[in-house]
């Protein structure tokens, strides 16, 4: 059965100002897809997930939204300002406040809040200010927001960034939940092993997409060289592919999607 395309990128080229950031870009992602973009700083990666969340346009080509679908982007946390004198239950809600200065909510969507807080272990957190949360916990935060959308696409942008071990199992294991009550996902992340590694597909990208498949077809050292610049050695362990840069010293490590 083929599955429904939700986001189509056709030659698709972005930049800013005189400066191409991506170009000649062909993506597609489908319903149910559980995909990892990869790639040195620089390459495009945000560049990318904007123009699909349609905050940017492309200077050539086109980005294509299935018409019924709704998309939620989670941005990197560390781009939030943290003194804003917010809770979580208002930075989750803000998001349905339709142009007025301050949430007023109804009943039903604080109870519906509270849901979504509760499904992603923030239970009991709602009042609190988000700068007192864990880093771990911020995270979750802004994934509640974006789910309190109920979107049926889930942008993020390097969603493991600046987090500890324990954290990034965390929000590893929370995707691989919420993929699996049927939220397909797109994200960018720079952990080759911590996080890209275990999921479904991953697309390689330097400007523009070097490859695009499964971590045992992309995550080998031809790939990896033309996408980072740089020699890198893939060795095997338990079944999946552990990336070395030139100097021996392996990305970190994360336990498998369950």
Known sequence: M???AVIQCVHMSCAYGSSVI???VDLEVRRGDFVGIVGPSGSGKTTLLKAMIGAISPVHGSVDVGGDVRLAYVPQVESVDWNFPVTVLEVITMTRT????????????????????????????HDRHIRELSGGQQQRVFIARAMFHRPDVLVLDEPT????????HEVLHLLAELHAQGVTIVLSTHDLNGLA?????IVCMNRTVIADGSPTEVLNPVVLEKTYGAPMEVLQHGGMPVVLDSSGIHFPAASPVP
């Not at 590694?197 to 597909?201: C, D, E, G, I, S």
Request: hydrophobic share 35%.
């Open 22 to 24: 991506v170009s000649d």
């Open 197 to 201: 590694a275990h999921l479904p597909r």
């Open 98 to 125: 339709k142009g007025k200065r301050w949430p007023r909510i109804t009943p039903a969507e604080r109870e519906e809040a509270l849901d979504v807080l509760s499904r992603l272990g923030l239970a009991g957190l």
């Open 2 to 4: 083929i599955r429904e």
């Open 161 to 168: 960034s600046g987090v500890d071990v324990r954290t990034r």
